[in-house]
């Protein structure tokens, strides 16, 4: 990583925008069950609107957290095909000499499983690294170590 604005790919950026949705349409919807301040409750009623101002509060960190992340993406431009960073595209050669191209990215995605994300094992090897080398890393099965053959934006 490093102490600019990291780039994002296209997948993790759209992925991004749909959480950013689904998390206004939550925010709205638990917001709207708050209560007017001076509507008298007993305790347990108090208890209850606390608890939905609670999570009305944590909603907003995570916006705040995806619409910063999306700001910064918007002026990092795009990843580097020369070393890998974040959003970058990378074919590797593992031990037993199958390959397999990957995406680099923040967020784990169900829907894309060639996503490696930066703070994985394998992820956190490849940071920083150009083609031709050699990086080590851990598996549940002990250490491995891959090639990068290629690296792209």
């Known amino acids: ?25 939550e925010r709205g919807n638990a917001a709207a069950t708050l209560r ?19 999570e009305v509060a944590r909603l907003d960190r995570r916006i705040d957290e995806i619409e910063g992340r999306i700001r910064e993406a918007g002026v990092a431009g795009a990843p580097s095909s020369d070393v890998v960073g974040v959003g970058s595209t990378v ?21 894309d499983p060639s996503l490696v994300t930066s703070d994985s094992p394998l992820g956190l090897a490849l940071m920083g690294r150009h083609a031709g080398e050699t990086v080590s890393y851990r598996t549940p099965g002990g250490p491995a170590t891959a090639v990068v053959v290629s690296v792209g934006g």
């Open 1 to 25: 990583m490093t102490d600019g604005p990291e780039p994002i790919s296209d997948d993790a950026l759209r992925a991004l925008r749909r959480e950013l949705a689904e998390l206004r349409t």
């Open 36 to 54: 007017d301040p001076d509507d008298v409750g007993d305790r347990a009623d108090e208890a209850d609107e606390l608890q939905r101002a609670d």
């Open 91 to 111: 074919t590797v050669r593992f031990e037993d000499g199958a390959e397999s191209t990957v995406h680099v990215g923040e967020l784990a995605d169900a829907d």
